[in-house]
């Protein structure tokens, strides 16, 4: 059975299996009955185990071998032709020479195994948005993953016309799952995704972060659009008015939980809501009345799970209540159920660690005696989120009236500022700068830059990159573009103590962004920006936590501590050479000038 007579993905297809050899192909048609089907026979492989469904109705479990557990950057490679349009950020191979390596690497390794075929729409099907893919995999796990985190099946080739070349190609194979054979290779120019030897979601839902980020960037950039590493959330007012934000932050920056806010009870009782489009990425594109609207491509959510709970997450922990795939997270023996780091206060004593090692509750043996992998994920159907936009659908997508960026700054940069103006927007997030943690492999507790939280996943040269951002402002009508700022809710005072309580309460923060945008307040003329008005920003509920005198001191801004930071977004800028757009380097030699008044 095929879903489609389209020749150009037909014949795509029968070359592949010609180079991996399948015992045999099922293409994944999006019906609950071949779901249920492959559930079956993943946990009769024990390559999943099914969790308690009166506890955790529909919810699997799955490990990752220890040996793959993040994505890779190293090895996660940009293939375009020529080496300076991946740029200084990528990683980069020749087409050729990867394209030779893979299928070496990938030749006969379906044998004694099943291709399945996932054709998968990024946005609602039929959107002007969306776009569509092909996975071949080997896994079940990936199979299963995919129907969560898009929309996959019959509905998607249905839409799709027969005679179209725009379309995605991933192939995606387990091989040995070993690291030193591992590649994750983008090849944008070809609209082509190969990943071989790792089953770890990251690099494996070819989707998300490949297809969704580093290949779509590249299409956007020649098309027209932006795709963004950004939430998008909805701010319901009492009078029933909705304003939407986008907002990137690197991995572990409490994106999701920004995402998912919980209006503190203040703004409850008023009447305030807030509305989850996306906890992740946005494609973003012009609309006819010259505002920029954005969808989000995903259909899931792939979370960080230690961390989230009851207080800082309990919108995303509802939406793993159901129909989820938990990875490498611990497993309670005793009810069947999972858990992680920070979940609760009560480990399971009889327990299996993430590695699958059965612990006594005294001792965990993994590294870094975590029972769950700090790394472990849900992946949840959207459709779970108690706040979940009712415009989720909508295939024209949300209109925006600001970008948000930020990251974990703990002396540096104030709770909020605003840009002055759209090019100075871009060099804010150009230039965003935050502590590593534990979702990428490496060292934690480094600052890195990671320009627009995309450093990544941006499909071809960093400078270019920026370069679509100032084009893309230059088709706006200001009064109609996104205003731009940037948020920090890790402040530390001189204790190591955090400044602000973060949370739900940060939606007084975008209380003002909204405020601005509209025009409904002032700010202060800074070296770096507009700061707010300590007295504009609503503390009500917080006495005892935060007073007037102490949110003056995170919105305070030490000019050594920026002229500092205005050294390294130089020696950062000298990476790219002389392809760094003039309107961020005038934003640079602007901020200079203002540390030295």
């Given amino acids: 059975m095929t879903l489609t007579t389209n020749k150009s993905i037909l014949d795509w297809i029968d070359e592949k299996v010609e180079l991996v050899k399948p015992d045999s192909i099922v293409w994944i048609d999006g019906s609950e009955e071949q779901l249920e089907e492959l559930r ?13 469904e009166e506890l955790l109705p529909g919810c699997y479990y799955h490990r990752t071998k220890p040996n793959d557990v993040a994505r890779v950057e190293d090895r996660t490679l940009i293939c375009s032709k020529k080496e300076e349009d991946a740029g200084p950020t990528n990683h980069w191979m020749a087409p050729e020479k990867a394209y030779k390596m893979l299928y070496d690497i990938a030749r006969d390794s379906y044998k004694g195994r099943t291709m399945y075929v996932i054709p998968y729409s990024m946005g609602p099907v039929g959107s002007p948005f969306s776009k569509v893919g092909i996975e071949l995999t080997d896994s079940i796990y990936v199979v299963l993953n995919m129907a969560i985190m898009t929309r996959v099946g019959k509905k998607v080739m249905d839409a799709f016309l027969d005679d179209s070349n725009d379309w995605v190609r991933g192939l995606h194979c387990k091989c040995d799952v070993d690291a030193e054979k591992r590649w994750i290779c983008q090849f944008p120019e070809d609209n082509t995704i190969i990943s071989v030897n790792s089953a770890y979601g990251g690099n494996v839902l070819l989707g998300k972060k490949c297809f969704a980020l580093r290949i779509a960037s590249y299409q956007g950039k020649n098309e027209g659009w932006q795709a963004e590493h950004m939430l998008i959330l909805g701010i319901e007012n009492p009078q029933g008015e909705v304003k939407y ?6 991995s572990a920056c409490g994106k999701t939980n920004l995402a998912m806010l919980i209006p503190p009870e203040g703004y409850r009782k008023k009447g305030y809501k807030v509305w989850c489009v996306g906890d992740d990425i946005s494609w973003i594109r012009k609309g006819e009345d010259g505002r920029l609207y954005a969808i989000n491509p995903e259909n899931g959510f792939f979370g960080v799970a230690p961390g989230t709970n009851d207080k800082s997450n309990p919108n995303a922990l509802a939406a793993t ?7 490498n997270v611990a497993r309670n023996l005793d009810n069947n159920t999972v858990w992680w780091e920070s979940l609760d206060k009560n480990p399971p004593v009889n327990a299996e660690e993430w590695t699958g090692i059965k612990t006594n509750g005294v001792e965990w043996k993994a590294e870094g005696k975590n029972l769950a992998h700090p790394n472990s994920r849900f992946t949840a159907p959207t459709e779970n989120c108690p706040c979940l936009s009712p415009e989720f659908e909508n295939p024209q997508g949300v209109p925006i009236s600001a970008f948000v960026f930020g990251g974990r700054r703990a002396k540096l940069a104030p709770l909020v500022y605003q840009s002055r103006d759209w090019n100075h927007g871009v060099f804010v997030g150009a230039t965003m700068a935050s502590e590593t943690t534990a979702a990428a492999a490496g060292a934690v507790g480094v600052v890195r830059r990671d320009p627009m939280a995309m450093l990544p996943f941006c499909g071809y040269h960093m400078a270019d990159y920026w370069q679509h951002w100032i084009d893309i402002g230059k088709t706006l009508d200001p009064d109609k573009a996104p205003k731009i700022f940037n948020v920090n809710w890790f402040r530390k005072d001189d204790d190591g103590n955090f400044m602000w309580p973060g949370f739900g309460d940060n939606l007084r923060v975008l209380e003002w962004i909204i405020k601005r945008c509209e025009g409904e307040v002032d700010a202060k003329e ?23 005198e102490s949110l003056e001191k995170i919105l305070d801004v030490d000019k050594e501590l920026w002229k500092e930071e205005a050294k390294g977004i130089e020696e950062f800028f000298a990476k790219f050479g002389d392809k760094v757009p003039e309107e961020l380097e005038e934003s640079l030699a602007t901020l200079k000038a203002n540390l030295d008044k």
């Fill in 40 to 52: 079956k026979q993943a946990c009769e492989t024990g390559e999943m185990i099914k969790l308690n």
């Fill in 245 to 250: 934000v986008c907002a990137a932050f690197p």
């Fill in 321 to 327: 209540k159901k129909g989820t795939i938990f990875t």
């Fill in 526 to 548: 800074t070296a770096i920006g507009y700061l707010p008005y300590a007295k504009d920003i609503n503390l009500e509920g917080l006495e005892g936590e935060v007073t007037e």
